[in-house]
């Protein structure tokens, strides 16, 4: 999202206060799990909520981040240092999309061709920031007498 556009949002989601994986029901050895608790939001509107980290370079890495417009968790792709979102077509790759089981509680279900990548439940802590703008007016009423051909204020 623009940074300017972001700014002027009367309501946000501006960072993580608590993140919690809630179950593991399977976490492929090759990867390890991140999560961050107290994040805040970039000016452009991106919050990492976790990270699967490979341990080999040749695998990808995947990113859970807060979607403010549908109030969902995605997880993003990326590959040899390029965000590749284009992977979630291929029938093989699977995950982009969690399911939302209550509140901020997600089911998240990632695999590649030929591995299993992730499987559990991530429950998000969001901290909202809600701007509000309020407009002071200053009315003043000022009275005017005309006395003798002169104008005199009361």
């Known amino acids: ?11 946000k989601v501006a960072g993580t206060t608590d993140v919690d994986i809630l179950t593991v029901e399977y976490l492929n050895p090759k990867y ?5 608790s107290n994040k805040h939001t970039t000016p452009t509107g991106l919050l990492e909520v ?5 341990k080999k370079a040749e695998l990808p ?3 859970f981040r807060w979607d403010e417009n549908t109030d969902d968790l995605d997880v993003d792709i990326y590959k040899e240092g ?5 992977l979630w077509k291929i029938p093989d790759y ?26 559990g439940v991530i429950d998000v802590g969001l901290f909202i920031k809600i701007l509000k703008r ?12 005309i006395q003798k051909g002169k104008l005199v204020r009361k």
Do not use: W
């Open 94 to 119: 699977k995950g982009h999309h969690t399911k939302k089981i209550k509140n901020r509680r997600f089911k998240a279900n990632i695999e590649i061709p030929k591995e299993k990548v992730f499987r």
């Open 82 to 86: 390029r965000h590749r979102n284009d």
């Open 134 to 145: 309020e407009s002071v007016q200053i009315t003043e009423r000022i009275t005017y007498k």
């Open 32 to 36: 390890e799990i991140e999560v961050f």
């Open 50 to 54: 976790a990270r699967l980290k490979p």
């Open 1 to 11: 999202m623009d940074p300017e556009k972001f700014k002027k949002k009367t309501k």
């Open 61 to 63: 890495r995947f990113i």
